[in-house]
């Protein structure tokens, strides 16, 4: 027998989430906005074409996958709303910046006795907001995996969102994408610069390489593996995405709250149970905080 389309809502319509949404374009796909009314109008340029498509507003039928797309600590306030539709759904997808929203949904689905597999993800697709419309900048990995447990043959059994991959330890996948962005983000937004300028500058280059080895020594002492080799990952992903500006660097031009709650502010959290001082992320977290209040 021929498998049904999977049914998909995207929670967070965003850059990511528009662009996901393009890559799921041919199947029957729903919105969950932010009034639970309207229909959602997306448009998204990919190279030379223009896309564009009507997302009907969720109206609680069943769905094989909700993926959430929102910034971390918009996440249960944003889902809470709907919860007497989430029965009806069977895996709940996190695909943000971030970590500790994971395990707070986690715990708030289980409180709420929902039987939703929950899933996270990380995304390197490239992708900004320009008028009315969000470009396609660059393609990228989708990885995910399920929270607080190891993959199992079932997991490989379920039908995932198309240009998603599985992976056996998301956790590890995150803790590696929470490391580079807790160096290149704070700093980017705190020099107002590209990525690359971190390199290219000697000076900013000295502070990207003593930030890198502040965390990489934390995750030494947590045990993470993803310690080894960290000072030179920051490096490369500086220079592949030289020409972008970090998220946080975004929010902050445009007077938006910032996501190093969920990355700097998880990492200290972390490090104070461990009475683990990181001065330069201290330092950066609390400059930040005082130009974003």
């Not at 280059?205 to 003593?210: F, N, P, S, V, Y």
């Not at 972008?244 to 149970?273: F, M, W």
């Amino acid at each position: 027998m021929t498998q049904p389309p999977l049914r998909i809502g995207i929670l967070g319509l965003g850059s990511l989430g528009s662009v996901l949404a393009w890559h799921w374009r041919d199947l029957p796909l729903v919105a969950l906005p932010r009034d639970q009314h309207s229909a959602c109008n997306l448009k998204v340029q990919v190279q030379q074409q223009l896309w564009q498509q009507t997302l009907p507003c969720w109206q609680g039928e069943a769905l094989d996958w909700l993926v959430i797309c929102t910034k971390a600590a918009a996440t249960q306030t944003a889902l809470t709303p709907w919860r007497n539709h989430l029965t009806a759904v069977k895996n709940i997808l996190l695909v943000q910046n971030g970590m500790g929203q994971q395990q707070q949904l986690a715990d708030w689905l289980q409180e709420q006795q929902l039987p939703c597999q929950l899933w996270a993800g990380m995304s390197t697709e490239g992708a900004y907001r320009a008028d009315d419309r969000v470009v396609y900048a660059g393609q990228g990995d989708n990885l995910i995996g399920r929270w607080g447990t190891e993959i199992t043959d079932a997991d490989h059994a379920v039908v995932t969102p198309p240009h998603t991959r599985i992976v056996n330890n998301i956790a590890s996948q995150l803790r590696t994408k929470l490391a580079i962005n807790a160096v290149i983000n704070p700093l980017t937004a705190q020099l107002r610069c590209h990525n690359g300028e971190l390199l290219q500058n000697p000076l900013y280059r000295q502070q990207l390489d003593a930030l890198s080895t502040e965390i990489a020594g934390l995750y030494a002492c947590l045990g993470w593996p993803e310690a080894a080799g960290l000072v030179e990952r920051v490096q490369q992903v500086a220079a592949a995405t030289a020409a972008n500006q970090s998220s946080t660097l975004q929010d902050v031009l445009h007077n938006r709250p910032t996501e190093l709650p969920y990355i700097c502010g998880y990492l200290l959290k972390i490090a104070a149970e461990k009475n683990y001082a990181l001065p330069l992320t201290t330092a950066l977290y609390q400059q930040l905080h005082e130009i974003s209040a």
